[in-house]
């Protein structure tokens, strides 16, 4: 297993991770625990971003941007028509 292996399934458990602390702050039924589950989201969301920058720096995580129209598109697909 490389080194790009290795990082691509950090980040995919770590996407995982923050799927899961967002379903936990959302179901919390007490200030505590919506607390904790949320202080742990902000973490592990920062911890997702510095992975994807470290394989971004060595190439191994590219995005395309997506043209100007399609974006557009979204933008009036999903505005508030109220």
């Excluded at 202080?39 to 992975?51: G, H, N, P, V």
Aim: glycine content about 4%; some cysteine; aromatic content about 8%.
């Amino acid at each position: 297993m490389d080194d790009k292996c290795i990082m691509e399934n950090i980040l995919l458990t770590t996407k995982g991770v923050i799927d899961l602390y967002m379903h936990g702050a959302i179901e919390s039924s007490t200030a505590n625990v919506h607390q904790a589950f949320s202080s742990a989201f902000d973490d592990t969301l920062s911890m997702q971003d510095s992975i994807y920058k470290q394989m971004a720096s060595k190439g191994w995580y590219q995005m395309e941007n997506a043209p100007q129209q399609q974006l557009q598109q979204t933008k009036q697909k999903y505005s508030p028509t109220c």
